[in-house]
C-alpha cells in the first residue's frame, strides 16, 4: 500500500538496527504480538458492537435502521471503506495515534455494518462459522509465520484472483445466479485463506526493515487491519456457504 511496504515477502533479512540476534528475535516476537493482540481486539469489538446492534431481532436497532429504507443504511455499509481508504492512501502522512483512532472506528462501523448478518442467518450457524474460521485463520497464518518457501509469487496470484472475485461479485448483484454466488463464496474463502498466510509473511518481513524506527508502530496497526480484512472475508465467505438461514 505504502512505500515501507514495498520490500517483498521472504526476503533474507537485512536490518539496519545494530542488534544482537537475541535482541532481534525478542523484538520481532513483541511486534508479531502486537499485531495478532490488535487484530484479534478489532474483531472481538466488531462482533460485540454486531450483537448488540442486533440484539433483539426484528425488533432490533439493526432491524429498523436496515429495512426502514433511507440513506442510513448506505452510510453505514460504505462508511468503512472510505476510512480503510483512508488508512491506506494516508498512513505515511498520518500519526500512529490516528491510525490507532481510525483502526477502532473501522472496526465499530463493520460491526454496525455486519449486524445483518443476526438477522439473516442462525446464531448457531454464526458460531460454527466463526470458530472454523479461527482455527483455520491461526494455523495459516502460524504457517505463514513459519514457512521458509518465498509466498510473494504466491501473493501476486491471490491478488489478482481477489480483483476477479470482486468483478464476479458485482456482476453476481444483477445476474442473481445461485449458482455463480456459490462458485464466489468458494473461492473467497479459499482466496483469504491464503491472503492469511501471505499477509503474515509480509508482515513479519517488514520487522527487518522497521525495527527501531518510528515506522513500527503504523506497521503493527496496517499489518493488523490486513490480517482483520482476511479474517472477516473468510468469515462472511464460509457463513454464505454453511450458513443457517432464520426461519
Known sequence: MANWSDPQPGAAYASHVDTST???DAGLRSYMLSVYNYMTSGVLLTGIVAMLFAWGG????AAQVFYGGGILPLIIIFSPLIVVFAMSFG???MST???????WTYTVLMGLSLSTIFLRYTGMSIAQCFFATAAGFA?????GYTTKKDLSGFGTFLIMGLVGLIVASILNIFMRSDSL????SAAGVLI???LTAYDTQKIKSMYAYVAGTDMVGKVVIMGALNLYLDFINMFLFLLRLFGSARD
Not at 426484528?58 to 436497532?61: A, F, I, T
Not at 495515534?97 to 483502526?103: C, E, S
Not at 454466488?181 to 464466489?184: E, L, R
Open 192 to 194: 483469504f485463506a491464503g
Open 22 to 24: 537475541a535482541e532481534f
Open 91 to 93: 498512513q505515511n502522512r
Open 181 to 184: 454466488g456459490f462458485v464466489i
Open 139 to 143: 494455523g495459516l497464518s502460524l504457517w
Open 97 to 103: 495515534g490516528t491510525l490507532q483512532a481510525l483502526y
Open 58 to 61: 426484528d425488533s432490533s436497532l
